[in-house]
């Protein structure tokens, strides 16, 4: 078995997550059909890529468009929500305790955070909402995708898309930003500590494929948005983390892509109980293999070689 291209996603559950669960949709072509919190963060980032796309064609190509406004951002991400949701099976809606009303609901609770709500003091682009902090920004490219080898690194590729490349020529920076919606900011120090790997794969990825000048400093930036709104006076509704990627992270980079190669090579894939996102809410294949053992390494491997043999398949 080999792997075309790593994304982040794909080095972080194979190495930090459950060898098995990617396993499962990468060997054996099993599909995840995500959760209602993937179907909010993709409206969400319709949303905001909506309001992106205009500024990029009035700031590439001269176009006379205003700015979209708040409303049809929310318009832009709900018709995506309504699409996106159809295609969840119906246990997804019980197991997260929610429905799509309400994730219309959070939805619009997110972008209006975005639109307006400012960011606390400490961070980047302090006092102006998110909106702001992007507004004095030019847009290069809104999701641009990139496949390339990282530098020094005798390993498989890495690939993905950015949610938007802009420069910054207040702090003379070449910004990498990622848009996210939280409940909370627990997974958000505002070090970024936790996410060096999709910082060092982003920056590598904007760099070397040439959708960034190879001179020049970079930032990675994740602008995060509450999905819930403000209940006191110290409700924080937004956060700006913030990593400027230094050689260690991207040494470190190169050997997760040279560790999960040789996984890989080894066809060892273990499952991971201990993992937080190992239950039936989070992991679309948690019954099979935890519960009824259908889809357990022990019973599709066996399987899996039986057929490479000519055996049974079953």
């Known amino acids: 078995m080999t792997v075309n291209a790593w994304s982040k996603s794909s080095l972080s559950t194979l190495l930090e997550g459950c060898a098995w669960q990617w396993a499962l949709t990468k060997r054996y072509g099993y599909t995840d059909p995500g959760s209602p919190a993937t179907v909010l963060g993709t409206a969400y980032h319709a949303g905001v890529e909506a309001w992106l796309r205009r500024r990029l064609l009035r700031q590439r190509d001269g176009l006379d468009l205003p700015d979209l406004d708040l409303d049809g951002m929310v318009e ?27 994730l219309h609901g959070q939805l619009a609770v997110a972008l209006k955070h975005w639109w307006s709500t400012p960011i606390p003091a400490g961070q980047p682009g302090a006092g102006g909402s998110l909106r702001d902090r992007i507004d004095g920004w030019r847009i290069l490219a809104v999701e641009p995708y990139f496949r390339v080898r990282a530098p ?56 070397v494929a040439r959708h960034l000048p190879t001179f020049g400093k970079v930032a990675m930036e994740w602008h995060v948005a509450r999905r819930e709104p403000g209940s ?83």
């Open 232 to 314: 006191n006076a110290r409700f924080e509704g937004v956060r700006v983390v913030q990593r400027v990627v230094d050689q260690y992270d991207r040494l470190w980079m190169g050997d997760r892509i040279v560790q999960a190669d040789r996984q890989v090579e080894s066809g060892e894939f273990p499952t991971n109980p201990g993992w937080n996102l190992c239950s039936a809410k989070w992991c679309a294949f948690h019954r099979g293999c935890q519960v009824t053992g259908e889809l357990h390494p022990d019973v599709l491997s066996r399987a899996a070689n039986l057929t490479a043999v000519g055996g049974p398949s079953n």
């Open 152 to 207: 020094g690194v005798e390993g498989q590729p890495i690939h993905g898309y950015i949610d938007l490349l802009a420069y910054d020529p207040d702090d003379d920076l070449w910004m990498v930003v990622d848009h996210k919606t939280a409940g909370t900011f627990g997974r958000w120090p505002a070090d970024g500590v936790g996410h060096e790997l999709e910082a060092a794969v982003y920056d590598v990825g904007a760099t």
């Open 76 to 102: 832009a991400g709900q018709s995506l929500l309504d699409v996106e949701a159809g295609k969840l099976p119906g246990e997804q809606w019980a197991l997260h305790r929610t429905d799509v009303e309400t």
